[in-house]
Every structure is written in C-alpha cells, then in structure tokens.
C-alpha cells in the first residue's frame, strides 16, 4: 500500500514485516528515527520483538552478536561514531558468518564534531566484511532491508543498508509499503545454519592459529563474491513478485545509453544527477547500489562505450582520496577511459546542480 | 582439517583427542592402600585428570595429567607423592 | 554425586591451562553447578584461550565468545533470543577481573540495569593474566605486576582493589556473592543460588594464578584458604541489598599468605602492616553491615 513515509519510518516497517525477532538500539544522530519507529510498533503490541536498550552502540552490536548466534533474526541501526565505537564487533559478526542486518544513516566522523550526512562513517569499515548497499529513495531503503535478510541469510554474512543522514532518513516520500503476506512470500523463516542449542553444542569463536586463520579469511573472501550472484537474483526475485527493481541488483544506469560520458556516485546524490543528466542530456549516471562487494566486472561492463567518468565521493582517505574513486579506478586501470574524481557534499555541505556542472566541466581541483 | 564455516566446533569437548602431557616434569604416584577414597584430590584437579568410577577415584590419566602437585597437596593421608617424571 | 558435587564433567581435559590454574578448576565445579541445561558467553582471557584453540575445544556445553568487554551485553542478546523462542536455559557469562572490573564494567551496569537473566562469574587473579601479568583495577595493593614493577622509586601497584561486588549491589542486583577455589561445595551452592535468582547475579571467584602470583603450582588451594582464612578476601553474599559475611574467628596471620606468593615478594614490613590495618577496616565495616542488616 502506498503511503507517505519518513525514509527511517519505511525502514523500520521494513524490519517489522520481516519478523525480526532481536533489537538491540542506542541513540545518535541520525538514525535515531529507526529504532523510535520500530519502539512505537512494539509498544503499540503491532510487533512483537525484544527491544534491548543497551546502553552503548559496542554492546548493542554485541547485544545483536549474541542474539543472531542464538538462531533468531536480528537488526539494529548507528551512524558516525556509533558505528566507529562498535567497529571491533563488525569485524567479529562477519568472521563469525552471522546474517545481521544493520542499517546505517550516514553520518560523518568526528573531529570537528558534525551530525551532517556524508559517507565516511560506512566508508571507513568497507574491510569489515559486510556487505555495503547505498540507498537512494525511502523505497529503496525499505525494499533492500527487506533483500538484505534474504541475501545474508543464504550467505551467511552481516549486511549495511546505508542511507544518507537527513539528506534521506528524515526525508517524506511515497513508498509502496508491502503487506504481511507479500514480504513472507519472499522472505522465508529464518532458519539458521548454526547456533547456540543445548541440545547441539558447539563452541562459537574460538582462537584460530596462523595455520587455520588465513583459510577462514579465504572463507569470507569467496562467500563475499558468491553473494554478487545471490544479489542479481534476489533483485530479479523481487522484481517478478513487485515489479521493482535496482538495476541488476549491484549497479543502476540512468540515461546511459550512447553517451561517452558518465557520473559515478553513491546514494541520494543520484536523484540531483538524474535531473542534472536529463538536463544536459549528454552524460548518463553510474549508480553504485552495492559497494561491498565492489562490482568489478559489472562497472566494466557498464562503462565498455565511455570516454570520461567523473567520480563523486561523499568521504575522504585523508592522505589518498575518495574511496570509490580509489576503488574505480582499481577496476578501470587498463580501460582507456579518463576518470577525474572530486570529494563533495562532506559533513552536510550541501550538492549543488552548479556543483556538478562545473565537475562536468572539469573543475580545477579535487574539492565541490 | 575441513574448516567449518565461522570457524565453530561442532564436536563438544574434543580436546580429549590428542594426548596432552609432554610438559610433565612430576608425576602423582598413588598409594593405593593409603587412600580412604574421600575424594579430595577428585575434586580438586583442574585438568579432571582423576576419573572416578562409582563414585571411586581410579588411577590418574597420564594422558592429561600436568603434574602440578595439587592431589598431593590436598591429600590428608599421604597416599599421593610426586616423583619425577623420568622414574 | 560425589562429595555434594555433580559428578558429571563439563569441561574436557586437555584444554591448555597452567599446571594448577586456579581458573580452570573454578570453571570446572561452576559448570558442575549449572548442569545440562546451561549457555556459556566466554569474555577473551586466559579461559577463552586455553579452551578453544581451534580446532580443539574443551566445552562439552553450547559456548560463544564474541569480545573482551562484551560478555555481558553478548549475554543479554542469548537471553532475549531465548526469550522470545520461549525457551530456557542456564545463561553464564565467564570473565576475569580485567574483563569485568575495568573494561567489562559498561555492559555488566547495563545488563544489570535491565535486568537481564544470567549469572555472571568473574574469576578474580587480581590482574590481566593472559596478556603477561598487567594491572587492573583488581590488582591489590603492593601487588608487583608488569606495569606495577616493585622499582626504586614506586613499590608496586600503589591503589586499593576496586569494591567489584558492592558496585554489583549498587544497582540492586538481587544476589552477589564471592568465594574461593578452597571450597567447592561453596562455590557450587553459590552458583546455583546465583541461577535462581531475578535479573543479573554476581560470583567472584577467588582463582589463584601459579604464574602471575609466581607461586609453586601445588599451594594453589592452600593460597587460596589461607587468603580467606586470614581476611584477606573476604567471603560474603549480598541478597537482596543484605550482607551475610563468612566469619572468620580467629584470623591467620596475612604475612604467611603473602609470603607463599613472588608477587609480594618485595613488601616491607611497614606495607605489611599498612595491609593488615586496610583488611582490619575492610573487615569491620562487612562485620558492621552483616550486623545491622542494613539495605546496601
């Protein structure tokens, strides 16, 4: 049913149709709408769910760590230095293979303190092993949560879904909100590979010597690039039961066709270069949907006919550049393609249509 | 070794697989006739390297024993006493 | 039943513990205590890694370990999944001193706060042992540790224990105790008691550490009576906000317990008797609340 929804509303809807049955929550800006949307449901009896009120973003994580080795599914959202205090235990939910799934509303990193939307906070724990979606609309924000389960629980790994602070959490749109019905058509019941049973007992975490470590990385590593598989279909999947999709499920293009030259950016930003786009009319957008895994080989596809690329990175590798400039040009290296990069729209710093036109134009410096 | 996924061990307690007392420089040596049975040096081995058998103590596992002295040290009666490892 | 105590094993030998680890006998009678039925949340430290080099593994019940300071809040997760799976069982949380005086304290108040279901052990060796010796805020006072070297100038660890089980009892935990390896069938009914009880109980085992303490593997049990039975480390349970101290009459002279122990090698007797005036104090105050029955 279509409804006007606050995005971080649309996400906590999101998890209540998808049964999750553990939230661990902690407050901080911006985020903060998601877990009070997801209390409101709870305390109005329309969701029954534990709602854990731990009382810091590390044990919360840790809090949903326990509860998702226990075989139950489980969710809970940060941003920015939230997500910076629980960084160990992003790394400890996906070397213990769990399918949490966690939604982000970008914010940026500390110092100068900053409650703005940019993308260092998801940006700078791209090695933890979670897979990394970027959400451009409430609705796509609502139907990748509800994708996020079904992709981590077919392979075992923890899954941000990433949407920009204020920019989209606090931000109203339409969004077709799914029956009950519908999401358990798609969704099956969580069914665990392992978890803690007293009638199974098995030890979770243990220490693993150099002579066994590497191979369980090696684990990660290949399930992480199983999953782009998983990804296309589960985008197919939902596309034949509610006729939406996000292009193949990694990568979206927009007024590509033909053109000789393109933007690639993250998030909402793309909705300005799709007016931007149908403007000028003579570039297309790249929208990068999935950042982890990195679509390699699907980028290279997708920019087989282009000249110039011009990259837009909401976060910085201070003393490199923007990470998905950094990351491109990686895939492209041997591609005859012209690829500027320029870092824009940090700790809020709003992006204007003038601010892409004159990166199109090819703007002196690497700063918009 | 096939590597479970996440690293789990599936098989509780299977640290009794592989003999583990290479490091033993003392050894209990138990005097059956001294020992009354009460138990103490059963209760009080941090490796459970004295099984009991209805209710009784039987000889110490070598297997997993560390010769730390404690069954010894606890024993009122005399009927433990750590002799060197190599006798 | 042997001597009070399940005979049932729980965790497996060959796991890579010291010989005479005060903490591996202590885990060893409290799984006795908490039977079949029981979940273990395993904080790292020396238990954690002695027990699961992979692929080895010493726990015969269900057993995670997530971090070092998250025991608690790990806990908290097992037990709302349990909840709302309507099932039960026995939680622990296993932690030494460091992971629970110093780093653990945030998720054990928050556990606390909310009370969670689960009975949380602390395994007391005064010291972060596992990574070489370290202080922490149990390290005793002129205790030689790592970072606390009995120097020219500085004499050891210069700060008094921090009050653990009183913090516990501040948020109106219904039941904190703490005992002593020396006594088994203590530590057993501890436990037990601990597991009935609402919300987050509390154990503090006393676990002597034959390397740390740089003490003779076989005194284990011997340091660890002579620690109570000299005052040293006091034995009580608080329930419900009321203490019940374990008197002991005739007190044995501290000077012997440390003497047993290279950590305390280097004490002067003017720290000897400034120790022996702190147990005094520390002893009547737990004398005046067992008396008064006071409401922690």
Known sequence: MKKIEECSKAIAEAVKLCNVKVIPIYPITPQTHIPEEISKFVNDGEFNSELIYTESEHSMLSAAIGASASGVRTF???????????????FIASGLRLPIVMAVANRTLSAPINIWGDHQDSISVRDCGWLQFYAESSQEAFDTTIQAYKIAEQ?????????????LSHVYEPVDILEQKQVNSFLP???????????????????????????????????????IKIIKNVNIEFKNKFKRSYGDGLIETYNLKGKKKAIIAMGSICGTIRELSNKLKNFGLIKIR??????????????????????????????????????????????????????????????????????????????? | MELKI?????????????????????????????????????????????HQVN????????????????????????????????? | MILGLNEKEYFASGHRACPGCGQALAVRLVLKAAGDDTI???????????????????????????????????????????????KKANILALAGDGGTFDIGLQALSGALERKEKFTYVCFDNSAYMNTGVQRSGATEKYMETTTTPYGKKIH????????????????????????SVDNPIDINNKIKKALNSEGVSYVQIFSPCPLGWKHESNKTIEIAKLAVESRFYPIFEIENGILKLKNIENPKDVKTFLAMQGRFKHVSDNDIDEIKRYINDQWNRLLELDKSKAKL
């Not at chain 1, 809970?76 to 992003?90: H, I, K, V």
């Not at chain 1, 041997?334 to 809020?348: H, P, T």
């Not at chain 2, 009794?16 to 009460?38: H, I, M, V, Y």
């Open chain 3, 40 to 86: 273990i949340v395993n904080a790292t430290g020396c238990l954690e890694v002695f027990s699961t080099p992979y692929p080895e593994t010493s726990w015969k019940l269900p057993y995670i370990h997530v971090a070092f300071e998250n025991a608690a809040a790990v806990a908290s997760g097992v037990y709302r999944a349990l909840k709302i799976q309507n």
């Open chain 3, 156 to 179: 050891g660890n210069l700060l008094w224990k921090k009050p653990m089980p009183f913090i516990i009892a501040a948020h109106n935990a219904s039941y904190v105790a703490t005992a």
């Open chain 2, 6 to 50: 996440g690293a789990i061990i599936e098989e509780p307690g299977n640290s009794l697989k592989n003999r583990k007392a290479g490091w033993r420089s003392f050894r209990p040596k138990w005097d059956k006739e001294k020992c009354t049975q009460c138990m103490m040096c059963w209760q009080f081995c941090p490796e459970n390297a004295i």
């Open chain 1, 76 to 90: 809970t959202a940060t941003s920015s230095q939230g997500l910076a205090y629980t960084f160990e235990n992003l």
């Open chain 1, 155 to 167: 392979i075992n790994l923890p899954v941000m879904v990433c949407v920009d602070g204020f920019n």
């Open chain 1, 290 to 368: 999935c950042f982890r895994p990195f679509p390699k080989q699907e980028l290279i596809n997708v920019c087989k006919n282009l000249n110039e690329l011009i990259v837009i990175d909401k976060n910085i590798s201070i003393g490199n550049g923007g990470a998905l400039a950094i990351e491109v040009k990686n895939a492209l290296f041997d591609k005859k393609i012209n690829v500027r990069s320029y870092i824009a729209g940090l700790g809020g710093k709003d992006i204007t249509i003038n601010d892409l036109e004159k990166a199109l134009k090819n703007k002196e410096g690497w700063m918009l």
């Open chain 1, 189 to 227: 019941e969580f069914k665990p590979k392992f978890k803690l049973d007293t009638n199974k007992p098995i030890t979770i975490g243990p220490v693993a010597y150099p002579n066994t470590f590497m191979q369980f990385k090696k684990q990660q590593q290949d399930a992480m690039l199983d999953s």
């Open chain 2, 55 to 87: 209710n009784k103590r039987i000889e110490t596992d070598f297997d997993f024993c560390k010769g730390c002295g404690i069954c010894e040290n606890v024993c009122k009666f005399k009927a433990i006493k750590m002799v060197k490892e190599e006798q």
